[in-house]
């Protein structure tokens, strides 16, 4: 059973009393009208704010915080690195990796994904594998191939659960006001799903989540989550307003609920 999911990226914005009044407004702002359960929620703040945000929630708060980012070894003289265990231990429990931010903008290539994949794997956290094409790549009909590519070189053998959450972000789409057409993100998060099936096994292919991420705002959202293979979003922009973010997890949250 797939429960959907709406997941904030704040990228590198908003200061912490910033990220505490987001929280404050947020929580009730969200279970207004959705039931614990309906819609997994997690957010990714900038790496510092992790632990006084997952304080502000309280231990029993049923939303989840991750990290934008984290480092390949387990420990040791690695200056400005953070490992699964301190992202733990500061209360993140979601990982995202390969963001394309990261993959084009700080030059991490396929195969470093791939080795962060595995940490974030090794050390039972919930990894949430970012893939995507450049325009270049749509427009020479190389999509599907360069998706593929990257999921390819991301699991290099490792064990894979449902627990995984892979979002699909077209790198055009990303912060651009061009959401991708719902067929194109249904096709893709379908192609992907396939992927999983056939490289693991259908069963996982039918628990795992795949999420769109590019230009998701509280107008268009419900067109994307109704997608039969679209289980949510990963929202950049529109997630750093509470109002915006709740509207847009309540509309996945009424969707159709777990599939
Ligand atoms: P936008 O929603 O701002 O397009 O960003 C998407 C994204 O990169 C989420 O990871």
Redesign the pocket.
């Known amino acids: 059973m797939r429960i959907p999911c709406a997941?904030a990226?704040w990228?590198m914005h908003k200061t912490l009393p910033e990220a505490l009044e987001f929280i404050y407004e947020f929580v009730p702002a969200l279970f207004r009208d959705v039931k614990e359960g309906d819609v997994g929620v997690t957010i990714?703040p900038p790496a510092p704010y992790i632990w006084p945000i997952r304080q502000e929630l309280g231990d029993d708060s049923p939303i989840f915080i991750g990290s934008q980012n984290i480092y390949t070894e387990k420990e040791g003289a690695f200056t400005g690195e953070l490992s699964g265990n301190i992202l733990r231990s500061a209360g993140a429990s979601h990982i995202?990796v390969g963001?394309?931010?990261r993959r084009h903008k700080l030059d991490e290539s396929n195969e470093l994904v791939g080795r962060k994949l595995d940490r974030v794997i090794r050390d039972r956290l919930f990894p949430v594998l970012?893939v995507g094409e450049l325009l270049r790549d749509r427009e020479a009909g190389r999509t599907k191939e360069v998706v593929k590519e990257q999921l390819e070189a991301a699991w290099t053998g490792q064990e894979v659960t449902g627990g995984a959450i892979i979002?699909y972000?077209p790198v055009w789409?990303?912060?651009?006001?061009k959401?991708a057409e719902p067929r194109d993100a249904q096709e893709m998060c379908e192609y992907i799903r396939t992927w999983i099936a056939e490289y693991f096994t259908p069963e996982t292919a039918a628990s795992i989540r795949i999420l769109y991420?590019?230009?998701?705002?509280p107008e268009n959202i419900s067109q994307y989550a109704r997608l039969p293979d679209v289980d949510g979003?990963?929202?950049?922009?529109?997630?750093l307003d509470p109002g915006s973010f709740a509207a847009i997890a309540k509309a996945i949250a009424h969707s159709g609920g777990a599939r």
């Open positions: 997941y990226n990228k990714f995202l963001h394309s931010e970012c979002a972000e789409a990303i912060g651009t006001g959401n991420g590019g230009s998701v705002n979003a990963l929202v950049g922009g529109a997630s």
